[in-house]
């Protein structure tokens, strides 16, 4: 009897089951579709049911319950907007974009520690579910879409040459100013993978944890994984916040001009009518 | 030694495994350690500068982005 109760606490030979890569489910048109791509379909209808929702009934006047969460959500980011820009109306001009990448990754993270998601459901020893942020090619994607997003919207603020000349700013005859231009784009791609790098190893590596935790607690698998769910959930909103705070921080070093002091001092003297 | 090593464990990845889990993990432990006495440095010095945790938590991310790649490149390396 004491084997047998010995087998039930102690883990077996077979160790965690840990899956970095994403597992193909079906082919559309020679196009493999993952598990991590129908989950990202499921959270976006998800996102957009809930915020279509609380766009319908939002009012003058504070309301309770989930309108409540999404305004202090969309409060907070759009604070981080105007503190980093500088300027209200810029803020509020370009804050649709971040608010809702903060809400996608944010949901879509959290829903990926739900019960049915990871190896519950299987099709051909595949998970069905697995969330969008624990493959590197969704955190890539977001990064990518994040990055043309900042872009462009410098372009658009700044016009095309100058933009350019954010980046090989100097004189044109000195050959510095194009070795240092070139480095400086080149950061700018490193920028992409260091946010794609950092969402997706947070993750993946929250789940590994939490799977080596539940291997390791054979019989009583749900009590030693339950602390680390909760530090889970507290990477993930911390983490989604880091993201667009980061984005927020790569659109205000492309937008800002030099002679952001003089607007200052002009229009100081303007107030004081000197 | 190394032929040694492998004849007992088999592999000698695991030491190399061992050695960079090990090794790389002084860095970011330190960093973050020195992040934080700051902090603390700076809101003794002036209580109301504690809001800006939020930043603080900015710069922690950043560097525990290179704890993380240490621990990834465990399951790359076979």
């Keep these: 009897m004491l084997n047998s109760l010995i087998n039930i606490f102690s883990a077996s030979e077979a160790g965690p089951t840990v899956h970095i890569a994403p597992g193909e489910l079906f082919e559309i048109h020679g196009y493999a579709i993952t598990n991590s791509i129908v989950f990202s379909w499921v959270c976006g209808l998800v996102i957009i049911a809930i915020l279509a929702g609380v766009a319908r009934r939002m009012t003058i006047r504070p309301k309770g319950g989930i309108t409540q969460v999404v305004e202090i959500g969309s409060d907070f980011i759009t604070g981080l907007l105007e503190n980093s820009l500088g300027d209200r109306d810029k803020a509020l001009k370009y804050s649709p974009y971040f608010v809702s990448i903060f809400f996608f990754i944010a949901i879509t993270n959290i829903m990926g520690l739900l019960p049915g998601v990871g190896e519950a459901f299987t099709l051909n020893e595949t998970p069905v579910f697995r969330a969008f942020t624990a493959d590197l090619n969704g955190t890539l994607a977001a990064a990518v879409i994040s990055m043309i997003m900042i872009q462009s919207f410098a372009i658009r603020e700044s016009g095309f040459i100058k933009h350019l000349r954010h980046y090989f700013a100097g004189k044109l005859w000195n050959p510095l100013t194009y070795l240092i231009g070139f480095y400086e784009l080149f950061g700018e791609l490193i920028r992409v993978g260091s946010l794609a790098l950092r969402l997706f190893l947070n993750v993946a590596i929250g789940e590994v944890i939490i799977s080596v935790f539940s291997y390791l607690g054979k019989f009583f698998a749900p009590l030693t994984a339950f602390p680390f769910v909760f530090l889970e959930i507290g990477v993930a909103l911390l983490q989604a916040y880091i993201f667009v705070m980061l984005s927020v921080t790569y659109l205000s070093l492309a937008i800002k001009h030099g002679h952001d002091d003089d607007h200052e001092l002009e229009k100081t003297a303007e107030i004081m009518k000197i | ?78």
Excluded: D, W, Y
């Design chain 2, 1 to 78: 030694m190394l032929n040694h090593f492998a004849e007992m464990t088999g592999s000698v990845e695991v030491l190399g495994k061992g050695l960079m889990l090990g090794l790389g993990m002084i860095g970011p432990g330190l960093g973050v350690g020195l992040i934080g006495s700051s902090f603390m440095n700076a809101v003794g010095r002036n209580p109301e500068s504690s809001k800006f945790l939020g930043q603080i938590l900015v710069f922690v991310a950043i560097v525990e982005l290179m704890a993380l790649l240490v621990f990834a490149s465990l399951f790359i390396i076979k």
